[in-house]
């Protein structure tokens, strides 16, 4: 139970990329305009949430702050997934840079850990830094090639989401099984 709960954050984080991954492959096209909408009806109830705080607030309080805005913005945006969905398949592309764009960031943050791990002398650091390769061999292919079918573009992010999290878990598992003396070094995530 301690392991779960010391790594709820990646374990989630591994079965959300496995599942969406699996799901881009089975049905893309209508699995992204899910996607769109479910997103568009989370930011509506955040919306929603902002601008309730934002009344139920005393008045000197609440024009310090953004809650109207910011409640005003998520509905906006929130309807234009919920019924606009469509525009998604359209511009997945740019989608697909933006979307890259985040696998680099994610990739240096890993290749980050895999520099810390290595200058704390913990084991298996060279897991980590493939890892990292991984992720931004990923992100770059997908960012420089937004010009593949869309599908296409599906297919291979959905792979490249379910190869980096079985990837991650191996990283996870071997990387758990420590020395209880390594338990002392500061926690590492995948």
């Not at 079965?15 to 799901?23: D, E, K, Q, R």
């Amino acid at each position: 139970m301690k392991y779960l709960k010391e790594n709820a954050g990646t374990l989630a984080t591994i079965a959300f990329l496995i599942i969406v991954g699996v799901l881009l492959l089975v049905n893309p096209e209508t699995f992204a305009v899910v996607v769109v909408k479910v997103a568009g009806v989370l930011l509506m109830l955040l919306g929603a949430v902002d601008i309730i705080k934002y009344f139920r607030t005393p008045a000197p309080e609440a024009v310090q702050g953004q809650s109207f805005y910011s409640g005003a913005v998520l509905i906006t945006v929130g309807c234009f997934g919920l019924f606009a969905s469509g525009w998604f398949v359209k511009v997945f592309p740019v989608l697909a840079v933006i979307y890259g764009l985040m696998q680099i960031l994610l990739g240096l943050r890993k290749l980050q850990r895999t520099v810390d791990a290595l200058r704390l002398k913990l084991p298996l650091w060279h897991l980590r830094g493939l890892s990292a390769v991984i992720s931004l061999a990923f992100g770059f292919l997908i960012a420089l090639n937004p010009e593949m079918t869309v599908i296409g573009i599906w297919v291979f992010t959905g792979l490249s989401m379910i190869l980096e999290g079985v990837f991650d878990a191996a990283v996870l598992f071997l990387t758990s099984r420590r020395k209880p003396a390594e338990k002392a070094a500061p926690a590492e995530h995948v």
